[in-house]
T-cell receptor, first 112, second 114 residues
Framework: SAVISQKPSRDICQRGTSLTIQCQVDSQVTMMFWYRQQPGQSLTLIATANQGSEATYESGFVIDKFPISRPNLTFSTLTVSNMSPEDSSIYLC?????????FGEGSRLTVL | AQSVTQLGSHVSVSEGALVLLRCNYSSSVPPYLFWYVQYPNQGLQLLLKYTTGATLVKGINGFEAEFKKSETSFHLTKPSAHMSDAAEYFCAVGYGGATNKLIFGTGTLLAVQP
């Protein structure tokens, strides 16, 4: 099974700033995904990070707010831009390996 | 469109009692269904999944779930709760019939009382 590491594990940020979350996988994977888990709510898919091309965003999420990079098959970043308190969430990286979806431990962001 | 409904955001059981966590889904295509568990400050871990075949699916830690098409349900059960089962449980359906893009329910927080 894939092992996923995310950095930072948690952070407190000021309104209007941006933060980049890193996701490192211990093996090459074709598909990487970014999810958001808002307080008291379920997980929502933000986008699929495609290696060598632009990310594919789900309805309600845009590249200007959540730019994503996928420079190779083991790494991706998600940036949360111009943050507001509504962006306070856990952001989770996930990957597909052997037909199963694996998740990182998440990055818990609090925006003041 | 696919969606998932979990009845009961909080469930409390006594240690040794039956665990029943409810999940209903809607899907316009044959569904792929999943249960994940999330322990405090950890990522999600797959408990079990239904794709095709046998409708009673056994997972890790003694959990199982039964796919009932007529009821559009995929309830999670465990005969005897253990203190270590205390966690949040998420039901999910594959997005557009996929197994790697999931739509999640709102989660059920399971408390186990001694």
């Amino acid at each position: 099974s894939a092992v996923i590491s995310q950095k930072p594990s948690r952070d407190i940020c000021q309104r209007g700033t941006s933060l980049t979350i890193q996701c490192q996988v211990d093996s090459q994977v074709t598909m990487m995904f970014w999810y958001r888990q808002q307080p008291g709510q379920s997980l929502t898919l933000i986008a699929t990070a495609n290696q060598g091309s632009e990310a594919t965003y789900e309805s309600g999420f845009v590249i200007d707010k959540f730019p994503i990079s996928r420079p190779n098959l083991t790494f991706s970043t998600l940036t949360v831009s111009n943050m507001s308190p509504e962006d306070s969430s856990i952001y989770l990286c996930s990957v597909t390996d052997t037909g199963e979806l694996f998740f990182g431990e998440g990055s818990r962001l609090t925006v003041l | 469109a696919q969606s998932v409904t979990q009845l009961g955001s909080h469930v409390s059981v006594s240690e040794g009692a039956l665990v029943l966590l409810r999940c209903n889904y809607s899907s316009s295509v044959p569904p792929y269904l999943f249960w994940y568990v999330q322990y405090p400050n950890q990522g999600l871990q797959l408990l079990l999944k239904y794709t095709t075949g046998a409708t009673l699916v056994k997972g890790i830690n003694g959990f199982e779930a039964e796919f009932k098409k007529s009821e559009t349900s995929f309830h999670l059960t465990k005969p005897s709760a253990h203190m270590s089962d205390a966690a949040e449980y998420f039901c999910a359906v594959g997005y557009g019939g996929a197994t790697n893009k999931l739509i999640f329910g709102t989660g059920t927080l399971l408390a186990v009382q001694p």
